[in-house]
């Protein structure tokens, strides 16, 4: 049995992906309980900022942590909103340039439909793994994520910037010609960005490691129901997806306390 306060899974590229739970004992290689059954039992609570057992209430935060540390300004969901490189603060400074302040991508991924997006250099392919894209394209690359964000608000026009989390579950997406979409996407960039912009359209694919998916979807809230047992099937994005057409959002359940248990 494990114990431990949940935060995303730790992903690893390779094919197909490989992911890690930390758990207060070590990390749990969770490909290797793919055709377990998996006992998930909620413990309670502990944001993930101070460490108090508070009840969680966004990001795996409590709710005045949420509004008062850095890691969930407004600028990480809406990068146009960056103002470190004019040397002001959102909520602080120092942190806001060492996150603001490196170079930021601009991309196209596709999970269920083709969206826009925006991510640090250092988190690729992490971010496209997360969002549980299959395919994945870079757009540009500038100095800070305010040029990101400005690009990112340019293609909102043209293209989404959220994902169908059932469909992607489903594994359902729609046909792409990427060299299209790459040339679209780039005719569609302020003239300031042209600098940044890549000039031949370099595809990454992934594989996730899954047996079957679910043909309809049923999300668990650990915070309704409090035990949960089922055999797990498959990993896609931060979801684990089980037999019975259950899937988990280990993301959005971050900072709630839990047992597991693997049987055969």
């Given amino acids: 049995m494990f114990k431990g306060t949940l935060k995303k899974m730790i992903t690893e590229l390779n094919s197909p992906i490989h992911y890690f739970l930390e758990m207060e004992s070590g990390y749990v290689h969770v ?9 998930l039992s909620h413990i309670g609570s502990q944001c993930l900022n101070c460490s108090q057992e508070l009840p969680i209430f966004r990001q795996g935060f409590c709710k005045s942590c949420f509004f008062e540390t850095p890691v969930a300004g407004d600028w990480i969901m809406r990068p146009e909103l960056s103002k470190a490189h004019l040397g002001e603060a959102d909520r602080d400074l120092e942190y806001e340039k060492k996150m603001q302040l490196q170079p930021h991508i601009l991309y196209l991924a596709l999970s269920s439909h083709l969206k826009v997006g925006v991510t640090r250099k250092s988190q690729v392919p992490t971010r496209w793994i997360d969002q549980g894209a299959h395919e994945a394209l870079v757009l540009l690359e500038v100095p800070n994520r305010y040029l990101a964000g400005v690009g990112e608000v340019a293609l909102k026009e043209h293209f989404s910037d959220k994902t169908n989390w059932r469909k992607m579950l489903q594994n359902e997406s729609e046909p792409i010609v990427w060299e299209e979409a790459f040339h679209k996407a780039l005719d569609q960039l302020p003239k300031d960005l042209k600098p940044y912009m890549k000039t031949t359209a370099a595809l990454e ?5 899954v047996q079957s998916y679910p043909t309809k979807v049923a999300s668990l809230n650990l ?13 896609r994005g931060q979801y684990l997806l089980f037999e019975d057409q259950t899937v988990f959002n280990v993301r959005s359940n971050e900072g709630q306390r839990v047992k597991l248990r693997f049987q055969s």
Avoid: A, D
């Fill in 205 to 209: 694919k992934f594989e996730f490691p």
């Fill in 31 to 39: 490909n290797q309980c793919i055709g377990k059954h998996i006992t």
């Fill in 223 to 235: 915070t309704k129901t409090l035990l949960y047992e089922g055999k797990l099937m498959g990993i």
